[in-house]
């Protein structure tokens, strides 16, 4: 503010300078949308939400089964399972179309893609296992799969056809988890895989496998990428006393910290779960809170500030927001809380 504005606080002329200055601190505040549970449900949580304001995740059951839904509208409507009794929806695309896993009859996991409200099976890299972990607007599916000699592999499902995208040298061996867990629109799939070393966080694209480091630490892993390419995850600080979320972009690793410790600090761990095509990360860190020990609070960062959304919701709302997993364009964000005693799925919307 210039020497002229500080004099003249009360000036018609620096009115509408301090109102701008005041639009520009105000942090965003959210509105929050319990998502229910499918009937005869004890409890739910969401996992991806598209342009639309679509969403899925799972309601789970007393019996300890799941059921995958399709949120739109204000109603969940119960997309079911491959007949194992236990399903999850990972991740939806801009025509609604759902990617997730879930058990079938003969006790196996399947990944699976939505096609007119029925889940279809992504298949195997090789029998007997697979899952899904995210999708494009194109169709394109990634996730894990077992192939010939045991191993996890990360794939890319094309038009039925699944293609082993390949694994960091040393990371072949039939105990190590090699996954893709997210893809963009140019096909891009961001993952995790062992190398000699330990877990790295992977990008594979065009054919080329890009380790994509840590923060200091032995390890890392990639939960989500945008349509510019920007990726985010968890990776492990120097010395291995903690981990922080991250944001990757053009070759460089930036630290998103944690939310009780921006900069990391012993003990302390975040994940980036979600980012939409403005950058904008939501996930999950610990949080030290007073009688409780270390719990999980959901978080976003944007504008190089991480925030603990249970601060940006309705004072007593009754809601502990614990995980969120993903973010649309619009800002709406998804992920699970407790509500009433009972974990339940929700949507926020920027207001």
Known sequence: ????????????????????????????????????TLPGG???????????????????????GSDVFLYAGGKMTNLGNLGGGSAIGQAINSSGQVAGYSTTSQGSYN??????????SVGFLACCYSD?????????????SSTANGDIHPYLWTDGKMTDLGT???GSNPWD???????????????????DEGFRAILWSNGRITDLGTLGG????????????????????TGGIGADAFLYDNGVMQDLGTITSPTGGNGQYAYGFGINNDGVVVGESTYQK?????????????????????????ANSGWVLSTAYSINDAGQIVGYGTYKNQQHGFLLTPQ
Not at 42 to 64: L, M
């Open 1 to 36: 503010m210039n020497n002229r504005c500080f004099a003249r606080l009360t000036s018609r002329m620096c009115l509408p300078f301090l109102l701008a200055l005041a639009v520009v601190g105000a942090a965003q505040t959210y509105t929050i949308t319990d998502l229910g």
């Open 42 to 64: 004890n409890g739910s949580g969401a996992r991806g939400i598209n342009a639309a304001g679509q969403i899925t995740g799972y309601s789970s059951f007393t019996n300890g």
């Open 111 to 120: 990944g699976f893609i939505s096609m007119n409200g029925k889940l279809t």
């Open 132 to 144: 899904a972990e995210g999708i494009n607007d194109a169709g394109q599916v990634t996730g894990a």
């Open 168 to 170: 960091l040298e040393g």
């Open 177 to 195: 988890w090699n996954t893709g867990e997210a893809v963009n629109s140019a096909g891009e799939v961001a993952g995790w895989g062992y190398n």
């Open 218 to 237: 032995s390890y890392s892993q990639a939960y989500g990428i945008n349509d510019v390419g920007q990726i985010t995850g968890q990776a492990y600080i």
């Open 290 to 314: 007073n009688g409780q020990g270390i719990v999980y609070h959901a978080f976003v960062y944007s504008n190089g500030k991480m925030k603990d959304l249970n601060r940006l919701i309705p």
